[in-house]
């Protein structure tokens, strides 16, 4: 799953723009006393942004003692007024079950929340979590729905997970072809298994002609992304004269 946490500032009127810039600012300038009394003053204002940004400071430890439950009560107070970072971060909260009570129910509910925002890693998350049953009942269509929406906004991995299932007809008809179509979307974006399954594809003629030469390019470009297996089968093929 992808669980980075990611700082953002949108703007909903002049005053609050000032006020979270400055707050900005101030962390920036690692000057975190003046960071923590903007973003306070912001959140008392009602300003979901200065709250998202007072959270990521209790949750990162940034100049102030890390305090996971204030974090955790200042995201769902930012989720609730919009900011999709705010929903996926508490939402990663309740995956990792670190520092709060792991709960996939409510990991769930605040990733849909935060894909519902406009937080695209919020949709993978959910998607993986669809594919898996985690906190929902397992549906594969509906994973590979949300697979398509993160691949659709250049997240590889949604890519990558979207070949899978067309590869093996879960949740979506089988098609090897586009299995191909989404394996070299991944691949092109740097993602190692994609390239290395798409030289599987030609050595197996899975959608494509059989092809051991191409094989072997798409399986250096895995091992040149550093995996191991790409590498051994591209030494295979070598010493078979392709």
């Known amino acids: 799953m992808i669980k980075n946490i990611i700082i953002i500032m949108i703007c909903f009127n002049f005053s609050f723009a000032i006020s979270v810039k400055d707050g900005l600012n101030a962390l920036n300038q690692k000057n975190y006393s003046k960071a923590f009394e903007i973003f306070s003053k912001s959140c008392k204002l009602k300003n979901p942004n200065g709250c998202y940004n007072l959270a990521v400071m209790y949750d990162l430890k940034e100049g102030i003692k890390k305090d ?21 971060n508490l939402g990663v909260m309740y995956d990792k079950g670190k520092d709060i009570e792991q709960s996939y129910n409510n990991a769930a509910y605040y990733y849909g929340k935060a894909c519902e925002n406009g937080n695209i890693n919020g949709c993978y998350n959910l998607g993986a979590m ?19 929406k993160t691949c659709e906004e250049n997240i590889s991995v949604g890519c990558y997970n979207l070949g899978v299932k067309y590869s093996n007809g879960k949740g979506v008809e089988k098609d090897y072809k586009k299995a191909l179509y989404y394996y070299n979307k991944a691949c092109q974006k740097g993602n190692y298994h994609a390239c290395y399954n798409i030289g599987i594809a030609y050595v197996n003629a899975e959608g494509i002609k059989q092809d051991y030469h191409k094989a072997k390019l798409f399986f250096e470009k895995a091992c040149n992304l550093n995996y191991d297996r790409a590498c051994r089968n591209s030494k295979i093929l070598e010493s078979n004269g392709y």
């Open 68 to 88: 996971s439950k204030k974090a955790a009560k200042l995201y769902k107070m930012s989720c609730e007024n919009g900011i999709g970072n705010g929903c996926y």
């Open 130 to 148: 669809y594919d898996k049953g985690d906190g929902v009942k397992q549906d594969q269509e509906k994973a590979a729905a949300l697979y398509k």
